[in-house]
């Protein structure tokens, strides 16, 4: 189906290990994101990226790898999960406008979130 | 970018019509506003886009002065299923797309 999947849905690791998210989307939307969100917290921007090889940091990177090597995909690693990073994570896309920025509609679609525990 | 301020949270109840604004006292000429919801372990999802002036859809209505330094939602008779975080989102076309959520507002509708 069409859309924007995450895996896994839910992940429980322990510290010091690496996790990696996954974020795959089939619209081939240029402009990819992660978000965490915190239990009764708003969303906080981790990474972005605009296309294939090009990404940038967001509100809250440090402890956080990622890469695009393919417009769909857009994983995520934590390279050493530590405690404070359990948390809902979303991935969310949109596409490219005119000019090579958002479309002005701004709808970023999102997906279902990955809940990782880190023990 | 845009920063965005909302009340922390509202109450209403059914049948009400709800009103949520956001300020974004900041916010660049070609930004648009958008406004999104957010339900328990779900992503946000859209509900309405504007620029300037009054756009309204199937669910809201979005109102925007001329300085555009504010925006509020408008939610006619909300149900208890309207029970959501709203987040307005400022950006997309001002040369960055780095998208950051303010706090959002926790809307609680009580029957």
């Known amino acids: 189906d069409a859309g924007i999947t995450q895996s896994p849905r839910y992940k429980i690791t322990e510290t010091g290990r690496q996790v990696t998210l996954m974020c795959h989307q089939t619209?081939?939307?240029?402009?990819m994101f992660w978000y965490r969100q915190d239990l009764g917290h708003g969303l906080r921007l981790i990474y972005y990226s605009a296309a294939a090889d090009i990404t940038d940091k967001g509100e809250v990177p440090d402890g956080y790898v990622v890469s695009r090597s393919k417009t769909e995909n857009f994983p995520l690693t934590l390279e050493s999960a530590t405690r404070s990073q359990t948390s809902v994570y979303f991935c969310?896309?949109?596409?490219?406008?005119?000019?090579?920025?958002?479309?002005?509609?701004?709808?970023?679609?999102f997906g279902e979130g990955s809940r990782l525990t880190v023990l | 970018l845009a920063k965005t301020t909302q009340p922390i949270s509202m109450d209403s109840y059914e049948g009400q019509e709800v009103n949520i604004t956001c300020s974004h006292n900041n916010i660049a000429t070609n930004d648009y506003i958008t406004w999104y919801q957010q339900f328990p372990s779900q992503g946000p999802r859209f509900i309405i886009q504007?620029?300037?002036t009054k756009v309204t859809n199937e669910v809201a209505s979005l109102f925007i002065p001329a300085d555009r330094k504010s925006s509020t939602l408008s939610l006619p008779r909300v149900s208890l299923s309207d029970t959501a975080v709203y987040y307005c989102l400022v950006g997309g076309t001002s040369g960055t797309y780095k998208y950051i959520f303010g706090t959002g507002t926790r809307l609680k509708v009580l029957a």
């Open positions: 619209w081939s939307h240029s402009y």
């Open positions: 504007g620029y300037k």
């Open positions: 969310a896309s949109i596409n490219r406008g005119t000019g090579g920025r958002p479309t002005n509609t701004g709808e970023l679609f």
